[in-house]
């Protein structure tokens, strides 16, 4: 039988373009089973979702806390959970690792931008090698590339440091915020699975799929809708 970080990599093999993995994005156990319940295959929490969920702005949660949850949402499920642990909360790669295998997760995202700057695409590719060495192949590396958020948007430097990365060990690159019509360009010159951001009111994804991704994800955009929804119910119960 396959373990679940098996089951979770072999999901981003061998997909046909029109059918990209999708992966809900869980704030906690309650949510985690109701995405499980619906019969998706695995689950990537979103550390702003989570954030949000433990009364933190996103990028505040300490470390400790963000892992605990994580934990109870691998707890909640039988599928796969991989989380987003930001930038690796200064952790050292072996120290990082044990963390996250101790959550019970089985990848993670990594993100290659601090206070919202660019880090230097080696020494960052440098670190992520670290983390694959000690991880070898008990989770599933998925490097965020953060030229669209944070740099100057263009596209071939976005495929440049997703080289490196991809090098390095990485299992999977997420261009967070790469507009649709540079998705083919990024397929092109991206080896390997393409995590693609998606907005529960923009692009489906199937059609993402066929622009080139390989696996879509929310960020935290299903937590804040649901928020929503329960403040509309609180609206209504005054």
């Known amino acids: 039988m396959l373990s679940h970080a098996e089951r979770f990599r ?17 704030w906690d156990a309650a949510s985690a089973r109701v995405f499980a319940d619906a019969g998706f295959p695995a689950l990537a929490t979103p550390s702003a979702g989570v954030a949000a969920s433990l009364g933190y702005a996103d990028g505040q949660t300490p ?20 989380a987003d642990v930001e930038g690796g909360y200064g952790l050292a790669p072996k120290e990082l690792v044990e963390r996250l295998l101790e959550a ?46 944070y ?21 999977c690159v997420y261009p967070i915020g790469a507009p649709t019509g540079v998705l083919p360009l990024l397929r092109s010159g991206t080896r390997g699975p393409l995590n693609v951001f998606a907005r529960l009111d923009g692009t489906p994804a199937a059609e993402l799929g066929e622009l080139g991704a390989t696996r879509v994800t929310f960020g935290p955009g299903l937590q804040r809708r649901a928020a929503e929804a329960l403040g509309d119910i609180a609206a209504g119960l005054r």
């Open 63 to 82: 470390a400790a806390e963000m892992f605990a949850a994580v934990a109870r949402i691998v707890r909640a499920v039988d599928i796969p959970v991989s």
């Open 10 to 26: 072999a999901l981003h093999h061998g997909r046909l373009p029109d059918d990209p993995v999708v992966l809900p994005g869980p």
């Open 151 to 171: 740099g100057d948007g263009n596209p071939e430097r976005a495929i440049e440091r997703a080289a490196l990365y991809v090098d390095a060990g990485a299992d």
């Open 104 to 149: 019970g997760a089985v990848g993670c995202n990594l993100e290659d931008s601090e206070a919202g700057v660019l880090k230097d695409a080696a020494r960052h590719a440098d670190w992520l090698a670290e983390v694959r060495a000690a991880a070898a192949d008990l989770l599933f590396v998925n490097a965020r590339v953060d030229v669209f958020e």
